[in-house]
């Protein structure tokens, strides 16, 4: 059987997989290109990561697909719902890269905290005096009041790395309102736990918050989770990470915020607009920008590949 690693695939992955019988292909189809492409080759599987989308149109153009896998947590970029009524089975990878982007938010945190994006791109050319003046009003992340917002796997493996910095934890999840334990390793072969209740109303906590991240998937109605009702909310000089999907921060009302200093500073690995980011994004001394990567640590990918991999053997292997 045919496999297309549109978006790539671990030497791990590709190597479980061909060594269980299935042929895998990594040369990139373009996106306009991809049926043709999967017809043509006579490719039964398709594997992406965010850059490829498997919509209706292709699904439908292509009948011999029978499996489309997703390299990590969100399948936005997949009609799901339509490619499992055709009899295609959709596989993703929700455990893998959980650890890669919380490492991910938590360097965003402490660069946001210091102005360290700003800074970097101005030691080269800027006085170094003005610049020591400019970057001398920095915060501390230990003491301060993280919300989470979408405490699934990345969410409570984000609070064990903050809680590990001392910080305390609120997680907002309305579809989880049982306790959670947070282990949290601490080295050394040591480890602490942690019991986190997740609050189902956002706006009750809002205004507690220092920080807040977001780990929730694109809203099926296209609507926002965090817009200017939400801002309005929010204590004064917070601060925003979301490494989440484009489109689940208002991007109008987030420059509006930062404009009237509701919003002290933000970090973006996702934009609404990719891979076209708007320009004021990009350009604002106030929002830490990086190209969706939060899942893309040499360790994730190849926990990636692996578990894909086993997925696809354990229901497709030409050796079973």
Known sequence: MKILANDGISALGKSLLEESGFSVITEKVEQNELAN????????????RSATTVRKEVIDACPNLKLIGRGGVGMDNIDVAYAREKGITVINTPA???????????????????????SYKNMETGDFSTLKKKYSKGVELRGKTLGIIGFGRIGQSLASYALGCGMDV?????????PVDISIPIGNGHSAV?????HTELEKVLSKLDYISLHVPKQADGSAVIAAK?????????RLVNAARGGVINEEDLLAALETGQVAAVALDVFENEPNP????L????IACTPHVGAATLEAQDRIGEELARL?????????
Do not use: C, W
């Open 283 to 286: 350009q604002h001394p106030n």
């Open 194 to 198: 942690v019991t986190i209740t997740p």
């Open 37 to 48: 492409a999967v017809n043509y080759q006579g490719i039964e599987m398709i594997l992406v």
């Open 170 to 178: 609120l997680a907002i999840d309305q579809f989880m309102p049982n």
């Open 278 to 281: 708007r320009k004021e994004l």
């Open 230 to 238: 939400e801002f309005a909310r929010m204590k004064k000089d917070v």
């Open 312 to 320: 696809i053997i354990g229901q497709f292997s030409p050796k079973n």
């Open 96 to 118: 893998s890269s959980s650890q890669s982007v919380a490492e991910l938010v938590m360097g965003h945190l402490f660069a946001i905290s210091r102005s360290l994006n700003d």
